[in-house]
């Protein structure tokens, strides 16, 4: 009865696969809101009623005293459950800007509520705001490289690009020696590839 909706929307948080997002459940989280204003006003009731009667709050051990307490305890719980469900989405939005950049796929914006996706829109700001002032990309290597140049071979015709006052042919199949940030771009768009070994 008491906590059993906010006890299913932390299992339903629970079921999901580690770092990826269940649809925001708005109907469940309005139920549990409302089940806390519920306890509430039941909670306000039953201490107003002890004290019309004259008796110590904190001392009197009544049938009163321990259904206020019951309805504290559910208020409490509930909240928790409620604030692991936000704080766990929250985490898995925030770690979202890292994989997929700045800009949400349909499928995972489809899964956020309003407010998750101001956060998130948020969120990016910030950071494409700390990344400019530094004139560094930080979503580039999550784990940070022991040497900041690559080896790269061209796999399709790029043509002359301009990077720090120079200009480079970037002919098919030709091999150079860039920093990792200026190659990066060209690797994830599947125009180069880092040599390894």
């Known amino acids: 009865m008491y906590g059993r909706k906010a006890c299913q929307l932390v299992k339903e948080l629970a079921s999901g696969e580690k770092g990826q997002l269940t649809p925001y459940n708005s109907d469940l ?5 409302a089940e806390c204003s519920q306890h509430h006003l039941e909670l306000q009731s039953l201490i107003r009623k002890m004290q019309e009667e004259g008796l110590d709050v904190q001392t009197t051990r009544s049938a009163d005293h321990y259904g206020a307490l019951i309805h504290h305890l559910s208020l409490v719980r509930n909240k928790r459950c409620l604030m ?7 985490e898995t939005i925030r770690s979202l800007i890292w994989k997929v950049g700045p800009v949400l796929p349909q499928e995972i914006q ?3 509520s309003h407010t ?6 948020k969120h990016a700001g910030t950071l494409q705001s700390y990344m400019s002032r530094l004139d560094l990309d930080v979503t580039v290597d999550m784990v940070p490289p022991k040497d900041p140049y690559i080896q790269v071979r061209v796999l ?5 690009v301009l990077s720090d006052d120079k200009t480079t042919n970037f002919a098919r199949h030709s091999m150079h020696f860039l920093k990792r940030t200026d190659a990066e771009q060209f690797i994830s768009r599947g125009l180069m590839e880092e040599l390894t070994g």
């Open 29 to 33: 989280f309005d139920q549990v809101i």
């Open 84 to 90: 692991a469900y936000v704080y766990n989405r929250a």
């Open 110 to 112: 489809e899964k956020l």
């Open 116 to 121: 998750e996706e101001d956060y998130f829109k």
């Open 156 to 160: 399709d015709d790029i043509g002359v």
